[in-house]
């Protein structure tokens, strides 16, 4: 019993032994992030917490650019944005507690988004009409956006955007729910602090194979502690489409949809558990919705991007920032266009 009891303790004493250990290598880890890696733009106060919001160029109206639910944040639209910035202002801006933005303080909801964004643009002096560019689930924060501050949203552009009734439409097609990912960031967000996740993701490519390379580095370094944000998000997931799907009337502002091209790729296929035939039915409810999203407004048009995944604004930049400067002429050329 007395050797037990000293394995035992052995065991404890290493066991506490790594943990500090790992600790403190995070705590390292997210020292050297904030000091490689200086947010681009600035750190907009907005009452006691920073967004990083990056503007850049001059002209109106002013592109905002929203991302999807990812840890990339303001870099999301870093193959697109300082092409749009050469004919008119735009914006990139990362949500709280992503990447270089403070987190948010308060329990998580997507009109919280909404607010945030409004008092960063205001604070840092960018001023209405905005043309809302949107990928994935920034869509339905862009819905939420706009029903909030109407006035100031001229036009929109939908990246693959996500549909509001899209779990249950989904999850008819497939036969399954499609929540992939959501469990192993819950695990990781509760580990982060260990540095367990900083060890996992040192190495290989955590950024879509088409992105710049260079943004593969601050996403790693600072994917332990966007982690939190993420799985907020993910969290209140069917609440933000619920709240966004109340906002699809668009009246007659500029709308372009892009949506992807290329069919479910048999990696994804497998990373899901899906029947190449139930991928085939998960493409085709896509579509349908992207279709419906071009009819929320009554001067909209669809595009369908061939070869493009779902971050269409790196495997097609020009695509976007074509569909930017057409919606942008747009709103320049009818600014009476835009609905209250």
Known sequence: MKWLRRVALGVAALAAFVLAAGALYEALGRAHAAKAFPPP??????????????????????????????????????????????????????????????????????????????????????????????????????????????????????????HPDQLARLRAAAGKDLNQGAAQA?????????????LITSTGQLVPATAPAWIDAPNRAFMPRSLHAIVAEQDALA????????????????????????????????AAGLTPAAAARVDAAWLAMQNDEAAWSSHSRHQVVAGATHY??????????????????????QPAARAP
């Open 41 to 162: 733009g600035r750190m907009v106060d907005i009452g006691g917490r920073r967004i990083q919001l990056d503007c850049r160029g001059a002209g109106a109206p002013i592109v905002v650019f929203e991302s999807g639910l990812d840890a990339l944040g303001s870099l999301s639209w870093s193959a697109v944005q300082n092409d749009v910035a050469k004919f008119t202002r735009a914006c990139a801006y990362s949500r709280a507690g992503v990447i270089w933005s403070d987190d948010a303080g308060r329990p998580f909801a997507a009109g919280n988004v909404a607010e945030d964004l409004h008092r960063a643009l205001a604070a840092a002096g960018e001023k209405p009409p905005y043309v809302l560019v949107a990928h994935s689930l920034g869509g339905p924060y862009s819905l939420v956006f706009t029903g909030r501050y109407g006035a100031d949203v001229a036009g929109l552009v939908f990246v693959d955007a996500s």
């Open 239 to 270: 609440a933000t489409l619920a709240l966004a799907g109340r906002s699809r009337g668009l009246g007659d502002r500029p709308l372009v949809v892009l949506t992807h091209g290329a069919a479910t790729s048999a990696a994804n296929q497998k």
């Open 186 to 198: 819950r695990i990781g967000d509760a580990l982060a602090w260990t540095g367990l996740v900083r």
């Open 312 to 333: 269409i604004q790196f495997d097609r930049p020009q695509v976007v920032v074509a569909a930017v400067r057409e919606v942008v002429n747009e709103v320049r050329n």
